[in-house]
């Protein structure tokens, strides 16, 4: 029984294209058989309506069992422009066969019958090449129809499949420039967390040990997400908290943190490993490189169906031109691609420079996850 019901389901498109083929001949047999007793009406000698529905669709059947004769001739000489010769000599033999099975079909299954009275002719050679000789015309343009139509459909089922393929290889370039991207970002953490030990070790030697450890929490977090796309943002806020606790170990008072997280914020899905690196940034090239140190605001909020994330450093005052050109580097590029491979043109990075110094960053992403989606719609 299970291997019965496996059998159904592997030939169900199948039987629904039989079942196609054959409605579509069963409704052009009715539209033929009503326009024969329309004929017959106007003609004065009237043929009943039932009858005349009947032959044609008796004869209808036929084109729609010899359809698949076609279907597979189509299908195992398909045609190309290389083949075009052969294509046209299988088609030719084709369609005598068509006719000849035809012809023989309808004799066979009495299906010929008298013009006035109805009745059915005998069943011999001579009523089938007859057949053949009065319909030839017919089973040419009934078999042209059939090999036209399917050159259409198979036409139509290359250029779908084709699509498909395009639209799955792009998706898998995409994945792999995202897998790319993120590779790029391990090894870039962990060479300056390196070098941030290496500094520490020199006056604190306890510290960096503890910065060491805490390190070494923080690529296993990092590793254990690392083929995933997106995450939430709660899980990025708390990798963010874990990298501030190292970089106060080594800046201590020169650097102050504010968090300003809003809860309705934590579900929405964001790239993995998206804050550190900026974060990262506007610590090293802002509060950096100025003495006394400073503050890292890191804010988040839900409007308009968005999610707005926005990063304030004190620092000193950026150079004019294109944020790209200030701040080159590998944090802001990597963040901008993969915001453009996930998202296009609905997830962008905007960095200006204060008027005290510093920067802001402010980053928008569709907001997705949850609650907080039906909320930022509303």
């Known amino acids: 029984m299970p ?46 309506l039932a009858a005349a529905v009947g032959m044609a669709v008796e004869r209808y059947l036929l084109y729609a069992l010899l359809t698949f004769p076609v279907l597979w001739l189509c299908r195992r000489v398909p045609f190309t422009a290389r083949r075009a010769a052969t294509w046209m000599a299988a088609q030719a033999l084709g369609l005598v066969g068509f006719t000849i099975l035809y012809a023989l079909l309808r004799t066979l299954l009495g299906l010929v019958r008298d013009v006035e009275t109805l009745r059915p002719a005998p069943r011999t050679f001579a ?78 030697v306890p510290a960096a040990r503890e910065m060491l450890l805490r390190l070494s929490d923080l690529l296993r977090v990092a590793l254990a997400h690392s083929a995933e796309n997106e995450t939430a943002l709660r899980e990025e806020i708390e990798f963010v908290r874990a990298y501030l606790d190292l970089e106060r170990m080594r800046f201590g008072d020169r650097l102050a943190v504010r968090l300003s997280i809003d809860p309705a914020s934590l579900d929405a899905r964001v790239p993995h490993m998206i804050l550190q690196p ?45 944020d790209d050109a200030r701040r080159p580097g590998i944090g802001l590029a990597n963040a901008r691609a993969r915001l453009r491979q996930l998202y296009g043109d609905a997830g962008r990075i905007r960095l200006a420079g204060r008027p005290q110094g510093g920067a802001e960053l402010l980053m928008e992403l569709p907001l997705r996850g949850g609650a907080d989606l039906a909320e930022g719609a509303a």
Not at 15 to 25: D, E, I, K, Y
Not at 127 to 152: C, G, H, P
Not at 278 to 285: K, Q, S
């Open 3 to 48: 291997n019965a019901a496996a059998n159904f389901v592997r030939n169900a498109p199948r039987l629904r294209s039989a079942a196609l083929v054959t409605g579509v001949w069963i409704a052009l047999g009715v539209l033929l058989g009503t326009q024969s007793h329309v004929n017959s009406v106007l003609a004065g000698h009237p043929t009943p």
């Open 127 to 204: 009523t089938m090449a007859t057949v053949v000789r009065a319909t030839f015309f017919e089973q040419f343009w009934m078999y042209a129809s059939i090999v036209s139509i399917v050159l259409v459909l198979e036409s139509y089922r290359r250029d779908r499949r084709r699509e498909r393929d395009e639209a799955d290889l792009k998706s898998q370039v995409a994945e792999y420039r995202l897998q790319v991207l993120r590779l790029q970002l391990h090894p870039h953490f962990l060479f300056n967390s390196m070098n941030g030990i290496a500094t520490l070790m020199q006056r604190d």
């Open 278 to 322: 900026l974060v990262e940034n506007a610590i090293r090239h802002g509060i950096a490189a100025i003495r006394s140190g400073g503050a890292l605001d890191l804010v988040t909020a839900c409007r308009d169906g968005r999610l707005l994330i926005r990063i304030v450093n004190d620092g000193p005052a950026m150079a004019p031109g294109p």
